[in-house]
Every structure is written in structure tokens, then in C-alpha cells.
């Protein structure tokens, strides 16, 4: 089983600022397979990013993933208001799909 | 409209079984993937089971191996998950989830819809 680490727990910045989110990967992730949710507080996640880099229908030009092997990153390039929740990373590259535990976004 | 509503949770005892449904709707069920995630109360994500189009391929998390078991039935646009053996670590909410498709493909393990959630509460 492929077992996700993602840094920081917590992020704690202000509007406007950029997000750096990172995940890491006990093994190399094949072919990229690599997403991140997005979850707030009383709702089902929503998928952000697939495929390392790939946005999702509808998700803003600001929201941007990169990586691959073992090292992921999602970067928010200017933090809305609406943007601070909890992220999660998840690997679908095996059979057995995994999910880092998360990174909560904060306001500062 | 894609919409996924889970039914079946609740209140159970340590080693008791319980049988988890969900409806589907708004798109052509037999022609997609699905799966079962949970989230523990306050915890994060924690992926459970998938099941392919046709049920050829299904796969588990190590922790629910052999105690759960994930089927769907496509005449009936349900997919369903039985648990038996349930432990006070199972005490989650249960998300029924349908596979994120782009315009040209779709990505088994991923997840572009989820249902609202049911509470398992495994307790005495």
C-alpha cells in the first residue's frame, strides 16, 4: 500500500498570498496518478486536480498541481477567501487507492 | 443532474453487519465505476472499496478485507456495501462516489461526484 504524507498540517495565510501544499509518497506514484480535493467543513470533497496537473471541470486557473515519482505539489497561486479549507492528496496509480491525511488551509 | 443518495447507516454493535445502499441517478450508471469512502468524525479520507462497470474488478483497503463486501446491480442504478465484522473503527460517515471522467477518458480511483454521506455509528 502506497502511503501518502502530506506537509504542512496546517497552513496558516492570508488572502491573496500564495499556497504551497505538499504530498509525498512512501513509493513512486505510476504514470502520475495523483489527485487533490478540496473539502470545507459539512460538505463531500470536491476534486481540484487529476492526473498530477490536470484541473478538473471548473476549477479555477489558480489552482495548479505539479510533480511526479514521489513528490506532489498543489499550489494556489492567489488565495480567495473561499479557498481556505482542508486538502487532500490520493493516489489511484495501484489498486489499492490511498489518501494523504490532509492539510488544513487557514486564514491567517 | 448526477445525484447519489446513500441509505442504511446507523447504530450498530461490535461484530454486528449492516448493509449500506445508494441510488443513483442523472447518468448511465452501468457504464461507470463507483466506489465507497470514508471519513471518520473529525478524521480525514479514508478510500474503501471500488467496483468496476460490469463488477469485473473490485478492490478493497487492507482494513475492510474480508469483512466487506461491495456489489451494484445496474438494472437498479444501486450500488451497495455489506458490512459485517464492524469494529468501533468503522464509525464513519460512508461516501457513495461515482469516477471523475474528463471529456476523453475516465480515472479509476478517482472521484468526480459523491453522494451526501451516511453516518455508521459502531458502538455498544
Known amino acids: 500500500e502506497i502511503v501518502l504524507t502530506q506537509s504542512p498540517g496546517t497552513l496558516s495565510l492570508s488572502p491573496g498570498e500564495r499556497a504551497t501544499l505538499s504530498c509525498r509518497a512512501s513509493q513512486s506514484v505510476s504514470s502520475s496518478y495523483l489527485a487533490w480535493y478540496q473539502q470545507k467543513p459539512g460538505q463531500a470533497p470536491r476534486l481540484l486536480i487529476y492526473?498530477?496537473?490536470s484541473r478538473a471541470t471548473g476549477i479555477p486557473d489558480r489552482f495548479s498541481g505539479s510533480g511526479s515519482g514521489t513528490d506532489f505539489t498543489l499550489t494556489i497561486s492567489r488565495l480567495e477567501p473561499e479557498d481556505f479549507a482542508v486538502y487532500y492528496c490520493?493516489?489511484?496509480?495501484?489498486?489499492?487507492?490511498?489518501f494523504g491525511q490532509g492539510t488544513k488551509l487557514e486564514i491567517k | 443532474e448526477v445525484q447519489l443518495v446513500e441509505s442504511g447507516g446507523g447504530l450498530v454493535k461490535p461484530g454486528g453487519s449492516l448493509r449500506l445502499s445508494c441510488a443513483a441517478s442523472g447518468f448511465t450508471f452501468s457504464s461507470y465505476s463507483m466506489n465507497w469512502v470514508r471519513q471518520a468524525p473529525g478524521k480525514g479520507l479514508e478510500w474503501v472499496s471500488s467496483i468496476s462497470s460490469s463488477s469485473s474488478y473490485i478492490y478493497y483497503a487492507d482494513s475492510v478485507k474480508g469483512r466487506f463486501t461491495i456489489s451494484r446491480d445496474n438494472a437498479k442504478n444501486s450500488l451497495y456495501l455489506q458490512m459485517n465484522s464492524l469494529r468501533a473503527e468503522d464509525t464513519a460517515v460512508y461516501y457513495c462516489a461515482r469516477v471523475f471522467c474528463s471529456s476523453t477518458s475516465c480515472y479509476a480511483g478517482t472521484v468526480g461526484y459523491w453522494g451526501q454521506g451516511t453516518l455508521v455509528t459502531v458502538s455498544s
Open positions: 492526473g498530477a496537473s
Open positions: 490520493q493516489q489511484y496509480g495501484s489498486s489499492r487507492y490511498t
